[in-house]
């Protein structure tokens, strides 16, 4: 599908007023069954984001600062559903659009809520450079959203 899990960039996370920009390095873990991403934040310095494929649970500094609401955790366990279905080579459980240069996965979460992830600017090497993940609440006018720039995908071979 061209969607690097193991990567490192550039990223940035908006949710309500709060927003951080980051370098980020992110590794997916078989035998533990763990996606983690690590943070440089630059007035906080490193944090991590553990995500647990095998169960619902986050963990980790960066979730600490972020999980100030059920939205957060709602945003981050749709990626991490659409993370194992894209590690098993399967289709997430979305709706999904392809158009030009971009997939799209979306998926409602209820009747007012819906969670997007955009995979933008395919490359020469095979993989998408861009994510950009946006979580709505049309109710609450609640958004959070969270992009990565991929400079470099490893583990070719799982892409």
Not at 83 to 98: C, D, F, G, S, T
Request: overall charge positive; hydrophobic content about 35%.
């Amino acid at each position: 599908m061209g969607w690097c899990l193991e990567s490192s960039g550039k990223g940035r996370i908006e949710i309500g007023r709060e927003k951080h920009v980051f370098d980020y390095y992110s590794t997916l873990a078989f035998e533990k069954n763990n996606f983690t991403v690590s943070l440089d934040l630059p007035v906080y310095g490193e944090e991590i984001l553990n995500i647990s494929l095998k169960e619902k649970k986050l963990t980790g500094s960066f979730y600490q600062r972020i999980k100030n609401s059920d939205s957060v955790k709602k945003f981050l366990l749709t990626w991490r559903d659409w993370i194992i279905a894209r590690n098993q080579n399967k289709l997430p459980n979305a709706e999904v659009r392809h158009k030009k240069d971009q997939l799209v996965l979306a998926t409602a979460l209820g009747e007012k809520e819906s969670v997007t992830l955009t995979l933008h600017a395919f490359n020469n090497d095979s993989y998408f450079s861009r994510q950009t993940l946006i979580y709505k609440n049309s109710v609450t006018n609640v958004e959070a959203k969270l992009e990565l720039f991929t400079n470099e995908c490893r583990n070719l071979a799982q892409r």
